[in-house]
């Protein structure tokens, strides 16, 4: 079974996104609250509905729930442009898009504390997830509504349709 790379080394940032040092995936997910940078991309179609991710039950964090399209960390020595290219190539298999940076904003769960850099992009093409997911597909803004709070999504996916202004009729 496929598992994280918990000594993937991460870079450590202030809160500008300044880096400040490193530490390897498992030091920054243990709980240490190393604020750390990843990339997200929110993939709209024409309808305005949003594609979202289904995360493989091997994930360390939030194992099998749905997320944003894309979400990963941003490698040592990488830009966030250079990361989000990575990161959309890898997860969906989309090579031609132009994103809109909307929003960052700092995440902190339990175990983590993580500086995230949230786009958006609107993609008309068939999308083919990649065996780094369990399933992905176009959620319709209302199915999206009527299941928040249920468990069904990642909390981080949650706090930011409303940060990011994802779903306008969503109080912030």
């Known amino acids: 079974m496929p598992s994280d790379n918990n000594q993937e080394m991460f870079p450590i940032v202030d809160e500008q996104g300044n880096i400040t040092g490193a530490a390897t995936r498992g030091e920054c997910h243990s709980g240490s609250k190393l604020l750390h940078p ?34 990963g960390h941003i490698d040592l020595g990488e830009s966030v442009e250079i990361a989000l290219k990575r990161e959309v190539r890898e997860e969906l298999g989309i090579t031609d898009f132009t994103p809109e940076l909307l929003t960052s904003y700092v995440f902190e769960s339990s175990r983590e504390k993580e500086l995230v850099f949230v786009h958006k992009t609107v993609y008309e093409e068939e999308i083919h997830p990649s065996d780094e997911l369990d399933d992905g597909r176009f959620w319709k803004i209302e199915e999206i509504k009527e299941n928040l709070g249920k468990g069904i999504f990642t909390p981080n996916f949650e706090e930011e349709l409303k940060k990011a202004s994802l779903i306008p009729s969503l109080p912030k």
């Open 38 to 71: 990843v990339v997200h991309l929110h993939v709209f179609n024409a309808q305005g509905d949003i594609y979202l991710q289904k995360r493989p039950e091997w994930k360390d964090i939030q194992p099998g729930k749905w997320d944003t399209a894309v979400g």
